[in-house]
């Protein structure tokens, strides 16, 4: 840590919403800020003020910042400026904005979680209205789509919007990197709600285990009490022959998501859009989720043009019995909700599964039968949920159950 | 215990062959019958008698008994008022109707199981000309076919049906319920020669053992020696995923049968006729039973009106090394053995490994060769069985051998 | 041992390189050699010659000898000599031709494995110009090709082999018998610099680790370093229900094979050419392989005359993930290798991945990194294996990199 000058964060002509900072430690002379910037004229007094406090809180009193800003939030350039000054000083504190109470709520394991949005972890301009598209999750990447001498800011970046960003009650999830590199990115997330953790090219139940020890030490410490979940990405032929061990490693996993542009490639073939390269590694991931009692997750689609097709696709992954899928794009959002919602027969049969269930509940039995067979409990919750969704996605009214009787008059 | 009326039995327009009692006990006044029967001319008065006879072996001498009978075989009216009695009195006694000679055969392990015909444990009319129809198996079913509130009625009459009906040859098979109620039904068909139980559900091989247990403590208190065979019927994704565990967990098993109704409702997808969504499963199961040395049984077929497409499903079936299937129609019982039965080309080789065999016999050597390939036991003894078997099925003549050797010359 | 006759070799119309021995040991007389032969007035003084020498080297003084030779090469008349003669003598010598020094190559672990040219162990006529068709790997096969009593022979004529022909680069396979006659079999093959032995109707980790065990005493016995690989070939359901464990059962195992024929045989269906009987066991050894990290090699195609057929079969093979095929026909070696070769995607990929390695490595950088995803160690060596490969194929100059720099000048 001898070096005097720093740089972090982006700037170029496709960079909206980030900000460049070049920091240079002075031995005198105070803090000199160099800010150019489209919206100075409105926020130029603001930037400053946020950048002093924030050396201020560091103990920075002699330095020059020249701060390039394409829009960036307040979240973002305190993001980029703790990033520039971590570079030059060893210190453990973290300038931490404020924790908006919209973003401290929980999540349910058995939620539906049909589509997820992935999020570079490096890329503010993508993360601002990630929330407005009605995804059941949002994903904050910091494993692949960050390159590795961005890792650092990342992780600062976002950390910051776990804090800042609203994402509307979609799910809250960091993708975070494989081994000792992912242990150390859960500081950067646990503290600040992170509702599932993603564990990429997941090959053995050590890894997931290492990561839920790590969670729940980061919790003990500071306290919290929420739920965080974990979803192993399977990406390997490896991951796929355990997979089945893996889903079944720990009782934080509700999930195993197969990515297959990872998965083609350690095994040497080429991927198809009929995928029969994948089938057999597909259809054994979800059988060991089901075995497991958890989801399969199927992989991203990545023809981000061809709705036709990502239709099918959702289509055929609905069918071997996936329960969501990746999207890349907020545009594939609506096309796998619709995909993955239940079905008008699959309404119909939770309908009378919950009736059968409210029947036997008013006589006293205390078996559920429907059509002389027996309606295991976790079948009748899974009912349940699935009319849940249906009044959520509007395709049943809340009275429902009266609708029916009506119906039936 | 305190009630003092019950009924047991079944009545209504679609009925037949079984009757409905009511049963009250009274304090005094002896036993007051009240029959209606359409056959009550010709029989009235006999079962009127077995009544007599039935509530005096259960010790009850005043009570009022109304019959309403569709054609009642005894044996079915003994097992319905036995039911009665049982639901007003403790008693561990059992009122058993004659074990007929012809029903005290035993089966081999490696027969063939090409086709088992379901019967709903609680339907006499569909269990007594069930043995006309040549299924390799009859299945007497306690488990889905019965609804609850008739479980314990179905197991007197099962226990009454394995002495009483004659189903010529054809496997003796009972369909025992999950778990407890499945050990418990266990003793009212191991101790009238059933010849193979099915454990419906299974998932691991704890529930195979448990049954094996049971049966052989049943057994050994009886003092039985006919062999008792297994069939796990596979119908979740735990179950696929554990079936090779299951197929070898005990050397009573014989078979596994895959369940494709409950399995695709725990994958929650749709069963379709191309079965895409199960093509996975099918075959591994297949491998699971073949690596275990059990035979891999397929699914039933559930349209029964359609016999050209069940014909295509047994096709399909057979080539995936399926070695039988469920049936739940008698009609569908011949299109699956012809589809099942060994094929021209398969006879063929069947006779060449035969007579390769018999020429090493007579030569003295040890080893089997059949163009350069030695040729292991137990495929010998498979061929054998493929012989016998058309020779059964009127494909090959008892003297085939001489009348190829006849054809060479 | 109180015979004194023997015969070995093969004689028949359609014999050629070949010879048939008859050997009847004397007590008085000395050697008397009846030789016929095509080549006798060129060879018949050598070939005379050359018998006396192994006679007199088996210490035997007093023997008629009866040769007809359909041209054999002098190791194979040595071979179906010593073979006669320990049909006779007990000895543990051995009468071993000149190892050619164009034999003593040893083979990489990860070495490309396309294309396997099977040879029958006994038949000397397809082993001579083996050599020249440039198949990866060249077997000589003790097991299904050769017949129970030929067992003996096979052994000597393949370790002469192993020392006299020159199979130019190709990788020296031998396949040896199951069980206990297969551990026998290396005892002629490993002292003679085999580079991989076939283990077939691989059906536990055991079976591997014996032959590995073996081939460990006889090496140390003798003071030998050269590696010698294993490839399990899996002919059964038990075999693919363990190919996992199988494919990781020793470090020495670099493939595992699957063996057609004998699988659809085991499975009890008939082997179609789509394959659909054994998709789910192809892709699930696929699977087992890479997870282990060892080479999935196809099943040979049978049909020898269709060469679009096969050509359709490797693409097929290839787009599973197979990395190889056998073949028992030379004229199926180049469209195999054909097949199984880079195509132009498979060269610039590998192309872009070295170059990031080189940058990676002049930037003094730890970590290669790709269009921001970090590329492991293992990905690179692959690249430079399979830019290696293209060179020798001729798809690349051995300066492609400089070519590479040029066009993007």
Redesign the interface.
Known sequence: MNNTIASAGNWGPKVRSDCEIKLELKSEGGIAIDLTSKVQALYGESIKSQCLEVLEFFGIKDATLKINDSGALPFVIAARLESAVKQLVRTDLEYLPEFIEENKYSTASDRFRFSRLYLPGNTPRMMINAGLHSADGIILDLE?????EKKDEARILVRNALRQINFYGAERMVRINQGEMGLGDLGYVIPHNANLILIPKCENSESVQNVEIKIFEIKNKLGLTNPVYLMPIIE???G???S?EIAKSSEKVVAIAIGLEDFT??????R?SEG??S???R??L???????GVQPIDSVFSDIGDMEALKQNVLIS????F?GMGCIHPRQIPVIRRGFAPGT?EIEKAINIVFASEDARKKGLS?V?LE???IDPP?VL?AQQTINLAIKLGLLTVNWMDDVHEEEK
């Open positions: 692949d789509s960050v390159p590795p390997s032929a490896l796929v022959e355990r089945f490639a350690d095994l040497g073939v080429t198809t029969k390269e089938l057999y590694a259809t054994r979800v059988i060991a989720a089901k075995a497991a609905k069918s071997l019995g329960e027969e078996v039968a002389s067979k027996m079948v899974r």
